[in-house]
């Protein structure tokens, strides 16, 4: 087995030109990061089984990045022996030409994605950029893999990884390398190319900077707010005439103390505490505060306590929608000194806010309640001065200290008290939640100025190329729980950035202010695109993309302009997307290959097929399309067809 690699399926950059006759993919998303590639010359519909296979190489290591393809050579990151590396093979045959170490693999402490780094380097010239999984910030050698200058987002600039740990691919641009840190003094960093060293920090903003620097709705001809036609949750029009206050504590009903309801456990299996025998009464708070929830049976689960079974159990239906309080109160007898409930995940997680455990009987006032509040780090005193625990006895699942962040610990620069929580969470294990989402940036010019625009885990900003200061910041594309993975993009004037969790994809305009700063205007918000994290491509007016999330998704295609659907076809699963030649090479979660024709009317597809030895986990990496050869990686497996036309 030889051994190359492959890499994330969160992002990288842009890149050098290249020559007429070589049409490489030198960073994330291609040479204009934008997931198309300028070759022609390609098969315009594929035999049955697809394309032929040119070569394949396994070994690789974990990883779920796509590779970058420059001068002959293909790079990518990778997770192998306990190492996170970046290697370099030959584009002829896959042959492994050089391997460098970076320092130790990375833990990550939530399932998903562990298995190795998700930055696509970025070649420049005879340098490549990487990011590790902790922050690692590298610059190696083409041509030997030696390691020229390395930084740390965490060490040196205060970043706050998150969750999924850090996912970008590093932007090069002109003697820059631009990143994401995420902390409280550097939201995101320019740094020398050449050395490594510092060139300047984007303060996060203010809360009062929130406000002043929030994209405005606009009004559609009969008046109407744009967003509203295209399907905007009611929540987040609200939020962004407040100055995207969309995390503050939300008021839940049916109880006088809401703050107990913004902690949750989500996705365990159960919860266990070891107690006296005898007879209690067992309650079990539920609201439901998840955005992607919109209704009732999108979270059904059953829970068992002490053999008496609630089954098709849903928190919408109980409690009658979001934000709304819910206790099932259950009777036990206790006759193994523990108390046991089991959890059965049916549609979406099981969550629950709160558990109190209270003594009945005679002795009942001689034996405290024991009251734990999920999900919370810290005790909580209620409005009644009853104690409530911090999180424990539960199996399983994630803790989320702040239900409206899915995370709940403040973001780098929010101010003391906006958000409430403490460490862990959605929001960076050991501190407070990371700027830093896990897309990537993309470099643009507005009326003469370069600009770097990034779509953090509060919104899509855009700082100064020159001096990194925050121009403007868009908050709809974001959604509550900072998991904003998919690239930017920037057409015909139009910025678009879109995130799934129940959110969905915002356009906006900027516009130069008589004072001479910038504010992004919104054109639109199409909730029908929730673009999880397989990149969105616009051609010929058209916006394609796959609208879902977790739970799957198809292909759909809007107006670019409007936002409104042209079509969306289940018969295009959720999945990756790059555009070489007039044609969509869309990669499915599950492994199919599909190659589309772009349609304004109607899917039209050109061939399909199965990736063989297919691993159990989700085909995350983006394929890559680059000198007449396609690349798909499946973790330690790189496979290479030739889509060269004859």
Same mark, same amino acid.
């Given at each position: 087995?030889?051994? /190359? ?43 049955? @089984? ?51 170490? %970076? ?24 340098? +490549? ?32 990884? /998150? ?29 020398? =190319? %050449? ?85 209690? %009464?067992?309650? %079990? ?64 997680? /099981?969550?629950? =806010? ?161 004072? @001479? ?56 699963? =959720?999945?990756? +997307? ?19 024709? /772009?349609?304004?009317? *109607? ?33 330690? +497996? ?5 889509? =060269?036309? *004859?």
């Amino acid at each position: 087995m030889r051994t /190359p690699a492959f890499l994330a399926s969160v992002l990288c950059l842009a890149a050098p030109a290249v020559g007429a006759d070589k049409f490489d993919w030198p960073q994330w998303q291609g040479p204009d990061r934008d997931a198309v590639s300028q070759e022609t010359g390609l098969l315009q519909e594929w035999p049955e @089984g697809g394309p032929p296979l040119a070569w394949r190489v396994e070994g690789l290591g974990g990883g779920d990045s796509a590779p970058a393809v420059a001068d002959g050579r293909i790079f990518g990151m990778s997770a192998r022996d306990g190492k996170e590396i970046v290697w370099a093979l030959s584009e002829a045959d896959g042959e492994e030409i050089w391997i460098t170490t %970076l320092g130790d693999a990375v833990e990550q402490r939530v399932p998903q994605s562990q298995e190795g780094p998700a930055c696509t380097p970025t070649v420049d010239g005879d340098r +490549l950029y990487v990011l590790g999984m902790g922050g690692r910030l590298a610059c190696l050698s083409v041509d030997g893999g030696d390691v020229l200058w390395q930084r740390s987002l965490v060490d040196d600039f205060g970043g706050v990884a /998150p969750t999924w740990s850090y996912r970008e691919s590093p932007l090069v641009d002109g003697d820059k390398v631009v990143c994401t840190p995420g902390g409280p003094e550097a939201l995101l960093a320019a740094l020398d =190319k %050449l050395t490594g060293e510092t060139i300047w920090k984007t303060s996060p903003p203010s809360a009062s900077d929130q406000a002043a620097g929030e994209a405005s709705p606009r009004s559609a001809p009969d008046g109407r707010e744009s967003r509203g036609d295209a399907g905007r949750p009611p929540q987040a029009e609200t939020a962004d005439r407040r100055g995207d206050d969309r995390n503050s504590a939300p008021q839940i009903a049916g109880t006088k103390d809401s703050a107990l309801f913004q902690s949750e456990r989500w996705g365990m299996t159960g919860f266990q505490k070891e107690i006296p025998d005898g007879s209690y %009464l067992v309650k %079990l708070y539920f609201a439901e505060t998840y955005a992607g929830i919109t209704g009732s049976g999108e979270r059904v689960f059953s829970f068992d306590v002490e053999g008496k079974e609630f089954e098709d159990f849903d928190i919408w239906e109980k409690a009658g929608g979001r934000d709304k309080a819910y206790i099932e109160s259950v009777p036990v007898e206790i006759m193994d000194g523990r108390l046991d409930v089991t959890f059965t995940r049916q549609v979406e997680n /099981p969550a629950i =806010k709160a558990i109190e455990i209270i003594r009945r009987g005679d002795d009942a006032e001689n034996v405290a309640p024991i009251r734990i509040n999920a999900g919370r780090t810290t005790p909580f005193t209620d409005s009644e001065d009853r104690v409530w625990l911090a999180d424990q006895g539960f199996v399983g699942g994630q803790g989320n200290p702040g239900t409206m962040n899915f995370g709940g610990a403040s973001p780098a620069g929010a101010p003391a008290g906006q958000r409430r929580g403490g460490r862990g969470g959605f929001g960076g294990f050991g501190g407070g939640r990371s700027g830093a989402a896990y897309s990537s940036p993309i470099a643009i010019d507005f009326e003469g100025e370069r600009q770097y625009v990034q779509l953090t885990s509060d919104a899509l900003v855009g700082v100064a190329a020159s001096d990194g200061k925050l121009l403007w910041r868009y908050a709809a594309p974001a959604n509550r729980m900072g998991i904003n993975i998919s690239t930017p993009i920037y057409r015909d004037g139009i910025l678009f950035a879109s995130s799934a969790y129940g959110n969905g994809g915002g356009a906006a305009k900027l516009i130069e202010e008589p004072g @001479g700063g910038v504010k992004a205007e919104e054109v639109y918000f199409a909730r029908e695109m929730q673009n999880h994290h397989g990149g969105m491509i616009v051609t010929d007016g058209a916006l394609y993309g796959a609208n879902g999330g977790n739970e799957g998704g198809f292909l759909t295609c809007l107006d670019f302009a409007t936002g409104d659907v042209l079509w969306r076809d289940r018969d295009a699963p =959720k999945g990756s +997307l790059v555009m070489a030649d007039g044609r969509l090479y869309l990669r499915a979660e599950g492994g199919e290959l599909l190659l589309i024709e /772009p349609s304004r009317e *109607e899917l039209i597809v050109k061939g399909r097929f199965d990736q063989p030895d297919r691993t159990s986990l989700p085909a995350w990496a983006h394929p890559v399309v680059a000198n007449g050869k396609l690349y798909v990686r499946d973790q330690g +497996l790189l496979l290479c067809y030739n889509v =060269k036309a *004859e």
